[in-house]
């Protein structure tokens, strides 16, 4: 099924490509998904066949996507999993006045392949999680840790879950072809020093929430 968005490329260089990932399009090859995903499309609209991601984002989730050729990956990988990157996302959710924001939740959270949604359990935290208000519903998010779907996670315990969010808290059936009401989470901005160059780098999405 075809995501009929487009993949805007807001860096390019000999090494790293960064682009602007809409809602709906998967990251890299799975399943169902090969063609329709933002790695294939880069692949061949580039002509960089060996473009791999170097993290990345949930099918759901918008913004910054981060690419490089084989050669690098493994330097900017392991920038990202030593948590050398400052990720800053932008979501819509509801108001919950009894919060006191900003706060840090950290919990410890678990992915099985057998389960849709990730899930919270006792023991020793390995997320976190730093939560703004911006106003009107709008939070800035800040997260420490990788864990998967860790923000939406976060944000569904804090009882403000996020606005279209067909997972958290309950699993809502939505069809494939449904491109109407997009998850309100958006990767908005990466910044680190590049382990190539050296350069502060900072990448901003050119996206914006409904």
């Given at each position: 099924?075809?995501v009929p968005f487009d993949v805007p490329v807001l860096y390019r260089d000999d090494d790293i490509v960064v682009v602007d990932k809409p809602h709906f399009l998967v990251t890299m090859p799975r399943g169902r998904h090969v063609a329709q ?174």
């Amino acid at each position: 099924m075809p995501v009929p968005f487009d993949v805007p490329v807001l860096y390019r260089d000999d090494d790293i490509v960064v682009v602007d990932k809409p809602h709906f399009l998967v990251t890299m090859p799975r399943g169902r998904h090969v063609a329709q995903t933002a790695t294939v499309r880069l692949r061949r609209s580039l002509e960089l066949p060996e473009l791999s991601p170097a993290h990345r984002l949930d099918r759901l989730t918008a913004g910054v996507l981060f690419t490089a050729r084989r050669e690098v990956r493994g330097k900017y990988q392991t920038l990202l999993a030593r948590g050398n990157v400052r990720k800053t996302y932008l979501a819509r959710a509801g108001v919950d006045a009894s919060l006191d924001l900003p706060l840090t939740v950290r919990s410890r959270i678990i992915k099985q392949r057998s389960r849709l949604q990730a899930f919270e359990e006792p023991g020793e935290p390995n997320a976190e999680t730093l939560v703004g208000h911006l106003g009107d519903g709008l939070y800035r998010l800040t997260p420490r840790t990788g864990r998967t779907h860790q923000l939406r996670v976060h944000m569904a315990s804090q009882g403000v879950p996020l606005i279209n969010d067909p997972l958290y808290p309950n699993v809502i059936d939505v069809a494939p072809d449904d491109f109407s009401w997009p998850p309100q989470l958006l990767a908005q901005r990466l910044e680190f020093d590049d382990p190539v160059t050296g350069e502060r780098r900072v990448f901003t999405s050119g996206r914006a929430l409904a």
